[in-house]
């Protein structure tokens, strides 16, 4: 699939595939699909996901009225970044094998468009190469279904998350 | 006191770093929003750090006018008494 | 010190995303320091398998994120709470009558934030002490910086955050373009 999501720079991207329930402390399962792709040493990520008012933390965000937090967007590119992670990528982007990456730092993020139920979500990521220490930069928009932007995030990994515990 | 070129260049600076581009890319006159994807809550990150920089405070109603490095300056040297 | 039941005449979310449970201190205007139980029956750690390494128990830093936000909108909705109860469209019911009470008719969101790092992860059992300094407040809109430690251990710098509050009826129930954030 070549994500055609606006504004994006096509780097051809394997099928979606569903992504999987996460294997790890979560508030909700933040994102449906995710499809990866690699080009020019940079791997992206493409992940989508439905806004439904019964997703688990929703029914108090707000009662009677559900509104996509903004946290759960930078959940949803979390949890992208761990399913994507866990697909084969090839030799010249292999991560070293090893723990699970966690977020270290939100580097910046803008909540600028409701998500509400109903919507289909759209995160459009760049994941840049981990350093000696197992750092990496993940850089992504999210569109809304009608194409508005509804955030823009950058987050720091680190593999084995904060600690070296 | 700092020199006109010194204080424009510190708020390109302090601009440059909201907008998250590099500060020569920021040209005097560019529109914040419309070549920096600017919007309202970079415009009130961007009023916060010159307050903080030079203690001064900046009434809301001129937030909107604060457009481009050029109005943003104007604005500053107004409300820090810099001479022009 | 404010308890969890005057907490939610505050803030508009509740069950299971109210994440705060006590004000320890409050200074109007200036700072706060709240508090937040990360516990083990929390809906996060629902379903998880067996046999998980214990990183995989950190409390989401999605969580952690959003439980510093809402201390930081208790500090922000408490200052500002004078101005509020004088205006005029306050907004009609019991509920929004209460003082101080944003719930009525205004939500609250988290519009940015920037150079928020975490330095230590936490886990159930944890504390998580909030503290949140205000900084500018503007109409419909606020920042915030601050930490949060879990006991003396600071585990997270929130480097700047800001709130935004929109009256309930500029949200579209349905598509739109934004919440009035342009």
């Known amino acids: 699939m070549t994500a055609g999501v606006p504004g994006a720079v096509p780097i051809a991207c394997r099928p979606a595939v569903a992504a999987p329930i996460p294997a790890f402390a979560a508030p909700l399962r933040a994102v449906d699909l995710v499809s990866v792709g690699f080009s020019d040493g940079i791997m992206r990520v493409v992940a989508t996901k439905t806004v439904v008012s019964t997703d688990p933390y929703l029914r108090g965000h707000f009662p009677g009225f559900t509104i996509f937090p903004g946290v759960f967007l930078i959940e949803a590119l979390r949890q992208a970044v761990a399913a994507a992670l866990d697909q084969p990528s090839p030799p010249e982007l292999a991560q070293p094998a090893g723990r699970r990456p966690d977020i270290v730092e939100l580097r910046s993020a803008r909540f600028l468009a409701a998500l509400l139920p109903g919507d289909v979500f759209t995160i459009d990521a760049r994941v840049g190469r981990e350093d000696d220490d197992g750092r990496f930069d993940v850089e992504a928009q999210c569109f809304r279904g009608d194409g508005v932007t509804a955030a823009r995030i950058k987050l720091r990994f680190r593999r084995g998350g904060p600690d070296d515990a | 006191m700092a020199s006109h070129d010194e204080h424009l260049d510190e708020l390109r600076e302090l601009a440059a770093d909201v907008l998250e581009v590099e500060p020569d890319e920021i040209q005097d006159e560019s529109d914040f929003v419309e070549t920096y994807e600017a919007d309202s809550l970079r415009a009130i990150e961007i009023l916060a750090r010159i307050e903080k920089k030079y203690k001064i405070e900046i009434p809301q109603s001129e937030l909107a006018e604060m457009r481009n490095l050029k109005a943003v300056y104007e604005i500053v040297a107004r409300h820090a008494g810099w001479p022009d | ?182």
């Open chain 3, 1 to 182: 010190m404010l308890e969890h039941a005057q907490i939610r005449q505050i803030l508009p979310q509740r069950h299971p995303m109210l994440l705060l449970d006590r004000v320890v201190s409050i200074e109007p205007g200036v700072s706060i320091r709240a508090i937040k139980a990360v516990s083990a029956c929390e809906p996060c750690y629902a379903g998880l398998p067996d046999g998980l390494d214990p990183d995989s128990y950190a409390y989401p830093v999605s969580l952690l994120i959003e439980s510093f936000g809402q201390a930081a909108a208790v500090l922000w909705l408490v200052s500002t709470a004078s101005q509020r109860d004088s205006r005029p469209d306050k907004g009609a019911g019991p509920a929004a009558d209460a003082p101080g009470n944003a719930a009525g008719d205004d939500i609250f969101l988290f519009g940015a934030a920037r150079d928020c790092v975490i330095e230590s992860p936490a886990y159930p059992g944890d504390v998580l002490c909030h503290t949140a300094r205000l900084g500018r407040v503007l109409d419909g809109a606020a920042l915030v910086a601050g930490e949060i430690l879990v006991g003396h251990r600071r585990i997270a710098v929130m480097g700047s955050l800001i709130a935004a509050i929109r009256p309930a009826r500029t949200i579209p129930r349905r598509g739109g373009t934004h919440h009035g954030i342009t």
